[in-house]
């Protein structure tokens, strides 16, 4: 099988956001006098969207409808003020966008932010690249592991999804892939381990960004 195209997750992929989400999430909590999380253990919350990151900051006793939507919303606004304060993409990042870039290979990004969020950041800090897609969170693209997003994209592109890397850092960006029918590619410098990578269907693994070339100069094969 020749690839031919891929998608990024975004946060934990293309862009450390942990301390941004990790600062305004603490920030919120802090406001309403509860416990708040270390860096590391935030690496476990996020990948799942803002409603997931909320319910899984919150204590047990307050994991209710209405208490999860009242924080959503004031995480939303925490996070918007604060999101390109340590945002940064990885290293090795520029240097794998400018690869892909100059073998002309179409790049998209798919994301469990919301979707003006998402296009806030790549606009901020991955511009000087062209990604034919970059897709958050919207009532019409339900959140990953849901594949409507990387199923989308391929359409747009007129690509079969069989002929996409789907690169990611977490259980959920696995599944997606898998869902797809895209080749799951785990990312192992971002937010979540080998072991629950491969637990969760990642096909390959990549230590460096620029090692991802290789998946394109020498295909794995699909499961």
């Not at 600062?23 to 590391?40: F, I």
Request: charged share 25%; proline share 7%; aromatic share 6%.
């Amino acid at each position: 099988m020749r690839y031919r195209a891929v998608v990024f997750d975004l946060d934990g992929t293309l862009l450390d956001t942990l301390e941004d989400l990790a600062n305004a999430m603490n920030a919120v909590l802090s406001r309403h006098g509860l416990v708040t999380h270390d860096l590391t253990a935030y690496k476990r919350m996020v990948g799942d969207g803002v409603r997931m990151l909320v319910t899984r900051a919150l204590p047990d006793s307050l994991r209710r409808e209405e208490t999860i939507t009242a924080v959503e919303t004031k995480m939303r606004a925490e996070y918007a003020r604060r999101q390109l304060e340590h945002t940064r993409p990885y290293p090795g990042i520029p240097e794998l966008l400018n690869a892909l870039a100059s073998k002309h290979i179409p790049m998209a990004i798919l994301s469990n932010k919301p979707h003006e969020a998402t296009r806030a950041v790549v606009a901020a800090l991955l511009s000087a690249w062209q990604f034919d897609v970059v897709q958050g969170e919207t009532p019409d693209t339900p959140r990953k592991p849901d594949p409507v997003g990387a199923l989308s994209i391929a359409s747009r592109l007129g690509i079969p999804p069989e002929e996409f890397l789907y690169v990611g850092d977490t259980d959920t960006d696995m599944k997606t892939a898998n869902r797809a029918g895209m080749l799951a590619v785990g990312a192992l410098w971002g937010f979540r381990d080998r072991e629950e990578l491969l637990a969760h269907g990642a096909r390959t693994l990549i230590e460096a960004p620029l090692q991802l070339l290789e998946c394109f100069d020498h295909p794995p094969s699909p499961a």
